[in-house]
């Protein structure tokens, strides 16, 4: 895939000395950040960093209302997303108004938060450690349910002064609130509903191509990846984004690229805006996320990280053996949506885990779906957003 971006570089470089007068446009949102995207579609925001405790520094976004709408004195719903592997908060925002969750979850009158993992591209300091050590990025799903969603959740309903707010997870967004939800009681007691869209907790029967991962020690791993920061958004990315990308000829190569570990609907995706997907995306994570994701789909089960040895697993969980997460302590309202086609959350997966909900309230299965329709899709308004409003409006009155 690398070689075909290269060669399309290469491509329009020739083109440009050969005198090629062919225009293309690039979507001013290719080069913009987060709070650049939201004030460019008219909407209000805000900005934090909120400090885990154990240092990490996290990028939060607020959408306090809807576009053209007067701020109001009365509190609001809070509605806190957050997005899945190697992926950042931009992944609400990065289609039009009327297809994005977060442009509508505001303009229907709700208090919008953006979250973000530690170690992506808006989450990448830390109170001590520096990026460059391997320290820092010692951290996998354990350290983001422990750690980074109790700080987010708390600093949210703090400022807004709420009680509880409702929870809508994509992919690892999902696995996170899953771990913290059944091993923090107090926690649990601060969301609302939890809406989850392309659930992930087991990757048995995953077909992603992360699977091969599980094929290779973690020596080898290591040796490939080294121990710091897996796909990151590099200034190469940047360029393909707004110089490969945003042509038509090249739409279906950089798709390719783009969606390499979850796959893609073409004919649900907005192809105009491929440069935008591409230049917020990979947003990076760990290599040990990575190597927890291959252990589970080694394992079959969800369960902490191993660290290769008993001590190292002593020490941090006070036994030999990591410690498997039981979801079925997870008491709260539960909604959720998954896939046919999706390749990373398996429906043989997702089936497994419906009978483990404690409270299931609402369950649908999109035939035609993938992994990225949830966010991407441009049916996604019809096929989720909708429903997921109604049900927010439901629990309202309880």
């Not at 750690?147 to 009680?163: R, S, V, W």
């Not at 094929?215 to 920061?229: A, E, N, P, Y």
């Not at 996604?380 to 009155?397: G, H």
Request: hydrophobic share 40%; charged share 15%; with cysteine.
């Amino acid at each position: 895939m690398w070689q075909l971006l290269t060669a399309a570089c290469w491509m329009l470089l020739l083109g440009s000395i050969c005198g090629s007068k062919k225009r293309t446009t690039t979507n001013p949102e290719a080069n913009m950040n987060i709070s650049q995207i939201i004030s460019y579609w008219g909407y209000p925001h805000e900005e934090y960093d909120v400090a885990t405790k154990d240092g990490y520094i996290l990028g939060l976004y607020r959408i306090p209302h809807g576009r053209g709408c007067p701020p109001q004195t009365a509190s609001k719903p809070v509605v806190y997303l957050q997005h899945g592997l190697v992926a950042s908060a931009s992944n609400w925002i990065c289609n039009l108004p009327n297809n994005s969750l977060a442009f509508i979850l505001a303009d229907t009158g709700y208090d919008v938060w953006l979250g973000n993992s530690r170690g992506n591209t808006w989450s990448r300091k830390h109170l001590k450690l520096s990026p460059k050590s391997s320290e820092y990025w010692a951290f996998s799903l354990d350290e983001m349910s422990k750690y980074d969603l109790p700080a987010t959740i708390n600093f949210i309903l703090e400022k807004t002064g709420q009680e509880q707010l409702y929870y809508v997870g994509h992919s690892q967004g999902t696995t996170i609130a899953f771990i913290a939800f059944s091993t923090n009681p107090e926690l649990a007691k601060r969301i609302k509903t939890f809406f989850a869209l392309a659930p992930v907790v087991t990757v048995k029967y995953t077909k992603s191509p992360m699977k091969k991962l599980t094929t290779l020690s973690r020596q080898v791993v290591k040796v490939l990846f080294g121990d710091k920061m897996f796909y990151p958004h590099t200034l190469f990315n940047q360029y393909i984004a707004t110089k490969v990308c945003n042509q038509k000829l090249f739409h279906r190569i950089c798709s390719n690229f783009l969606f390499t570990l979850c796959g893609f609907d073409a004919k649900n995706l907005n192809m105009s805006r491929l440069d935008v997907y591409l230049s917020q995306n990979p947003a990076g994570t760990s290599v040990q996320t990575m190597l927890h994701w291959a252990q589970a789909v080694n394992s079959g089960q969800l369960q902490a990280f191993d660290w290769g040895n008993p001590d190292e697993n002593l020490m941090h969980f006070h036994q030999l053996i990591p410690p498997l997460y039981n979801v079925t302590k997870m008491e709260i309202p539960t909604a959720m949506w998954s896939g046919g086609q999706d390749v990373v959350a398996d429906p043989k997966d997702v089936e497994n885990l419906l009978p483990k909900i404690a409270n299931l309230i609402y369950y649908k299965l999109i035939p035609h779906y993938n992994h990225v329709d949830f966010y991407l899709g441009q049916d996604a308004p019809q096929e989720i957003y909708q429903d997921l409003v109604r049900l927010i409006e439901q629990w309202k009155q309880n």
